[in-house]
């Protein structure tokens, strides 16, 4: 099944580049070129994208607008939204997370890490760009203007069984299916139905939502190093 990928970009460069990159992996395509936030929310639907690269700052409506309102759009829900930041530490990256992005990756990156993230995004998994540490969300989730939690996200937490607790845990601390399995002493499928599991009780669109919920809800804190 093929990738079906829009580039969301003002730079008409940049977006030549991502498309002969795209176009040439084998079970990916472009679909789509935007030059800001509206246009790409409309060619999200118009040529029914599986992933967008969105990039942050654009005229008009910018990235995160944009993905906001993808994320908003049960029409858009199959949308995974990767941003493409030349600032990996601006706190838009967490802010483009609380608004529905599946991850970020920073535009220096290798061509091998953007088609990475593409596939990763599209499968659901969890999208942080290798040169981001773990604690970046955590940070900053901790700054002074981070939203209050939400009482009905706190209180979905409570239909978590212990187990899948564990795992969100786990999971917000950045290790992969197979990390998790290794620490649980389990297999990585029974770790994928757990965080599947609870996905679907919290409401998140993918792993990177479960990472924002477990900081926002306080189950995990925000380390000080």
């Known amino acids: 099944m ?4 829009l580039l969301a970009d003002d730079q008409a460069l940049l977006r030549s580049a991502f498309r002969v990159l795209v176009d ?5 395509a472009v679909v789509g070129e935007a030059s800001d936030g509206a246009e790409a929310v409309r060619l999200a639907k118009e040529c029914a ?3 967008v690269l969105m990039d942050i700052r654009m005229p008009g409506t910018d990235g995160l607008a944009a993905t906001r309102m993808i994320g908003a759009d049960p029409a858009l829900a199959h949308v995974r939204v990767v941003i493409l930041t030349t600032f990996e530490v601006d706190d838009y990256v967490v802010r483009a997370l609380r608004a529905g992005a599946s991850g970020f990756l920073g535009k220096g990156s290798e061509p091998e890490e953007l088609l990475a993230a593409i596939r990763l995004a599209a499968s659901g998994e969890a ?5 981001a540490t773990k604690g970046l969300i955590a940070r900053f989730l901790a700054q002074s203007d981070a939203p209050a939690p939400d009482p009905a996200r706190l209180a979905r ?3 978590l069984t212990v187990r899948e607790r564990e795992v969100l845990v786990l999971v917000a601390g950045g290790h992969s299916n197979d990390e998790i399995a290794e620490r649980l002493e389990v297999s990585p ?3 994928k139905t757990h965080v599947n599991r609870a996905m679907a009780k919290l409401g998140a669109r993918d792993r990177a939502q479960l990472v924002v919920i477990a ?4 189950l995990v804190r925000p380390r000080s190093d």
């Open 2 to 5: 093929t990738i079906r990928v």
């Open 24 to 28: 040439s992996e084998p079970g990916m």
């Open 49 to 51: 994208a599986d992933v």
């Open 127 to 131: 999208l942080l760009s290798p040169a």
């Open 157 to 159: 937490l409570d239909a």
């Open 189 to 191: 499928l029974t770790v």
């Open 215 to 218: 900081y926002e809800s306080g």
